[in-house]
């Protein structure tokens, strides 16, 4: 299973672009990109999930380079409600077993 | 929604009794999984099922069994429960997701709503 490193914490305004990048080094051929928003006392959900360049769906976009060994969020024109833990995992079957890590606090400033 | 439900959703106990945590799923999918989340840290699996009668250790599994003797139940149990298993569990089921622009996709995960537990 693929590790990854995302930074621990990260600050914005409201308004402004937010972009969480994911390092995974050893991304397997077939694995995937799935990122999760997790608000206080409950579980996560899923944002967006990709496998090569760039997805796009209403909330988020992820870019991902031709190596894809890392993974980028993009959070457009944030708000306060963004506030939340985002975790970046990478799995191809039994996604479940995928590392968790400590994932990204985001932190929305008005 | 993949209707998970989890109960209870609170639950306080004494160190050395037993404590089961249910985990229900209304949509027939066949990989369920049990995390738990201690604060300001992610979720570690403790132990996942693959079917009925299937299951596997997480990395955590010390101390925990599981049973899943119906496709929609999933069941974690502590047979003696310590201070240090006082945890937020979650249960999560993996259903496969169909990519934008026609690919493929993986699969994602639905998660229950929790079950705080405190074990005094």
């Known amino acids: 299973l693929a590790k990854t490193t995302q930074p621990i914490s990260m600050d914005s305004y409201e308004g402004q672009e937010v972009n969480i990048t994911c390092s995974h080094n050893?991304?397997?051929?077939?694995?995937?990109i799935t990122w999760y928003q997790q608000f206080p006392s409950q579980g996560p959900r899923f944002i967006i999930q990709?496998?090569?360049t760039k997805v796009t769906n209403e909330v988020a976009s992820l870019f991902i380079p031709a190596d894809r060994k890392s993974s980028t969020l993009s959070l457009p024109r944030v708000s306060l409600s963004d506030t939340a833990v985002y975790y970046c995992?990478?799995?191809?079957?039994?996604?479940?077993?995928?590392?968790f890590g400590d994932g990204t606090t985001l932190t929305v400033k008005p | 929604d993949a209707g998970i439900t989890q109960s209870p959703r609170h639950k306080v106990t004494e160190t050395g009794t037993p404590v089961t945590l249910r985990c229900h799923q209304t949509?027939?999918?066949?990989?369920m999984y049990w995390y738990r989340q201690d604060p300001g840290h992610g979720l570690r699996l403790i132990h996942y099922?693959?079917?009925?009668?299937?299951?596997d250790k997480g990395e955590v599994s010390d101390g925990y069994s599981v049973s899943r003797s119906k496709t929609e139940d999933f069941l974690l149990t502590l047979e003696s429960a310590t201070s240090s298993q006082t945890s937020v569990y979650f249960c999560?089921?993996?259903?496969?997701?169909?990519?934008?622009?026609?690919?493929?996709?993986?699969?994602?995960?639905?998660f229950g709503s929790g079950t705080q537990l405190s074990v005094l």
């Open positions: 999560a089921i993996s259903e496969r997701f169909t990519g934008t622009g026609g690919a493929d996709g993986n699969e994602k995960l639905f």
């Open positions: 050893n991304i397997a051929t077939n694995d995937y």
């Open positions: 990709g496998y090569k």
């Open positions: 995992l990478v799995a191809n079957t039994n996604a479940g077993k995928s590392t």
């Open positions: 949509e027939n999918h066949r990989y």
């Open positions: 099922s693959y079917g009925v009668k299937d299951t």
